[in-house]
C-alpha cells in the first residue's frame, strides 16, 4: 500500500474538514448563552464525533489528521481565535495522528485515545479565558455586552479549566462511540474493531 498522500486523500481531507468545521460552528452557536460557553469542550467532540469517525474510516495514512488539525486551527486562527488554538491544536493533531497510526489505522480503543486527543483543541480554543483574562474579556465586552461578559467570568475561574478538560475527554468518547453506532458499516468496511 502507497504511504503516501495522494489528491484523493487530500480531497478527503479538505470535504471533511469543512464538514467538521460546519458542525462544530452550528453547535457553538449555543455559547451565545454564557453558560452553555462551559458545555462546548463536551459538545464538540460529542456532536463531531460523527463526521469524525466517518472521516477516520477513509484515513490510512499518517498526516492525513494532522493536516486535518492544522487546517482547523488556522481557520479559526484566521476567524478570531487567540494564538493558543495553534499552540494547542497542532500538537494535539500531531499526536492523535500518531495514536491512529500506532493502531494501524483500525484499533477501536487507540481511535477512540486518538479522538481525545485530537479534541483537546476546544481546549486551546477557550484557554484565552484564562491565561489572556483581561484583555479576553476587555475585547469581549464590546462585542457582547457587559452582562455577558461579567457572567462569563464568573462562570471561569480558574479551577473550571480543569472540568473543561476532561468534559472534552469524555465527549470525545462519547463522540467517537456515536459515531461509531451511526456509521457501523462504514466501520465494518474500514476494519475498525
Request: hydrophobic share 55%.
Amino acid at each position: 500500500m502507497n504511504k503516501k498522500l495522494n489528491a484523493k486523500d487530500l480531497i478527503n481531507i479538505g470535504i471533511f474538514t469543512a464538514i467538521y468545521v460546519i458542525t462544530f460552528n452550528v453547535v457553538g452557536m449555543i455559547s451565545l448563552i454564557p453558560i452553555f460557553m462551559l458545555l462546548l469542550p463536551f459538545l464538540i467532540p460529542f456532536v463531531g464525533g460523527i463526521p469524525f469517525m466517518l472521516y477516520l474510516t477513509k484515513v490510512n495514512k499518517f498526516g492525513m489528521v494532522t493536516i486535518m488539525g492544522i487546517l482547523v486551527s488556522v481557520l479559526l486562527f484566521i476567524f478570531g481565535q487567540a494564538w493558543p488554538i495553534l499552540a494547542i491544536a497542532i500538537p494535539a493533531a500531531f499526536i492523535a495522528d500518531l495514536i491512529f497510526k500506532s493502531g494501524g489505522y483500525t484499533n477501536w480503543k487507540k481511535t477512540v485515545f486518538g479522538f481525545c486527543v485530537f479534541s483537546l483543541w476546544v481546549i486551546g480554543s477557550m484557554l484565552p479565558i484564562w491565561i489572556m483574562r483581561d484583555s479576553y474579556f476587555e475585547q469581549g465586552r464590546a462585542g457582547y455586552g457587559d452582562t455577558y461578559i461579567d457572567t462569563l467570568m464568573s462562570l471561569t475561574p480558574v479551577w473550571v479549566l480543569p472540568i473543561l478538560v476532561v468534559l472534552a475527554v469524555i465527549g470525545a468518547t462519547a463522540g467517537a462511540h456515536l459515531g461509531r453506532g451511526v456509521l457501523r458499516k462504514h466501520f465494518k468496511r474500514a476494519g475498525i474493531v
